[in-house]
């Protein structure tokens, strides 16, 4: 409509959502290089991707419980379909001995972990070391034992030895909890990334780049040197759990 041309109306308004498409076109454009970036760094570092985001390849899980949403490890209970315990979806690729682990994460509701040197008792029952994360994060950054007797090895912001009578001594600290959860992004708010590292008998574990635990293992006769590694569901209140970006490098052993 020629009338329109001179109207300064249209112009504004014109002008105004070609900005929106050019500052979103611009986001996504910056997400991509982002992303892309981090995968260079990453396969650079030596690290592999093992997990495609797209389906379970190479990962297994009980069925109806776990599949693939927002590129990620999904995990899910309702109060229609609940798991009666824990459940675990496992990565089929190998076992972990020393290593290097990076992931992102999110929960919704009750309780979850990264299993890492564990064992698999069947059924999708894991066993083993556990870096634990929580919605209400009571737990987040804590490493556990899951079903080995031993429990808690190390509240979050601890540094620990286990000596070879099982006994634990903290022996420092490593990140103030207040400064820890200030930093823990909640469901909605967006991702977590975990950082685990195992050399020999010595376990790291940084959230966010604070490092939350930190354990020397002297137990020989309890202690795992290499296990699978796995994602917890726990039994209980309905919750989802996600997981992505999952890259791991293998190191060589001393």
């Not at 977590?192 to 137990?219: L, R, S």
């Not at 006769?221 to 996600?242: D, E, F, N």
Request: aromatic share 10%.
């Amino acid at each position: 409509n020629p009338s329109n041309t001179n109207n300064p109306f249209t112009f504004h308004f014109a002008r105004g959502t070609a900005m929106r498409h050019t500052q979103r076109f611009t986001s996504v454009l910056l997400l991509l290089i982002s992303s892309f970036s981090l995968h260079l760094l990453n396969a650079e570092e030596g690290f592999e991707r093992i997990f495609n985001g797209k389906d379970l390849t190479d990962w297994e899980g009980k069925e109806g419980f776990w599949s693939v949403q927002d590129e990620a490890i999904t995990g899910t209970t309702t109060k229609e379909k609940p798991t009666r315990g824990n459940t675990f979806c496992i990565w089929t690729g190998g076992k972990l001995e020393d290593f290097e682990l990076k992931l992102k994460f999110r929960i919704a509701g009750h309780n979850s972990g990264i299993q890492f040197r564990s064992k698999h008792r069947g059924n999708f029952v894991v066993a083993g070391y556990q870096a634990d994360f929580d919605a209400k994060n009571g737990w987040t950054g804590t490493l556990y034992e899951e079903k080995t007797g031993r429990g808690v090895l190390a509240r979050r912001g601890n540094k620990v030895v286990i000596h070879p009578d099982g006994k634990k001594e903290t022996v420092g600290k490593t990140v103030d909890q207040k400064t820890l959860l200030s930093k823990v992004k909640k469901f909605e708010d967006g991702w977590n990334e975990y950082h685990i590292t195992a050399i020999d008998n010595h376990i790291v574990m940084k959230i966010n780049g604070m490092v939350t635990a930190d354990v020397t293992d002297n137990q020989e006769t309890r202690r795992a040197m290499a296990g699978i590694l796995a994602v917890q569901l726990h039994g209980g209140p309905p919750m989802v759990v996600q997981v992505k970006e999952v890259w791991l490098k293998k190191l060589p052993k001393k």
